[in-house]
C-alpha cells in the first residue's frame, strides 16, 4: 500500500530555513505527480507546491514563491521541500500528498518562532 512519511520539521527563528523530506513507498514513484500541503491551527489544509514526474514542472503558493523550492529524487522515491527566509506564518504542519490516490503523509511540524 502507499507509504508517505515525512521528516525534517522542527522549531527555526524567522529568517532561518529548513528542508523537509518524504520518502514514499507501494507504489512506483516515478510516474506520479507529488505535493506538499499544510494545515495551521483551526485554518484548512492548503496546496504549498506540487513538482511533476520528471521534476520538470513545478507551482507554488504565491505566499511561498521565491522562499521555497520543491524537488524530488526518483532513485531514492523522495520528495523534498526547501524552505528558506521562514516567517511565522509559515507555521504549520506539512503533509506530503500523492494527488492521484489522494494519499497522505502524516505530516510534520514546523514552528517559526523567535
Known amino acids: 500500500q502507499v507509504q508517505l512519511v515525512e521528516s525534517g520539521g522542527g522549531l527555526v527563528q524567522p529568517g532561518g530555513s529548513l528542508r523537509l523530506s518524504c520518502v514514499a513507498s507501494g507504489f512506483p514513484f516515478s510516474i506520479y505527480d507529488m505535493s506538499w500541503y499544510r494545515q495551521a491551527p483551526g485554518k484548512e489544509r492548503n496546496l504549498v507546491a506540487r513538482i511533476s514526474t520528471l521534476g520538470i514542472g513545478t507551482n507554488y503558493a504565491d505566499s511561498v514563491k521565491g522562499r521555497f523550492t520543491i524537488s524530488r529524487d526518483n532513485a531514492k522515491y523522495t520528495v523534498y521541500l526547501q524552505m528558506n527566509n521562514l516567517r511565522p506564518e509559515d507555521t504549520a504542519v506539512y503533509y506530503c500528498?500523492?494527488?492521484?490516490?489522494?494519499?497522505w503523509g502524516q505530516g510534520t511540524q514546523v514552528t517559526v518562532s523567535s
Open positions: 500528498n500523492l494527488p492521484s490516490r489522494g494519499s
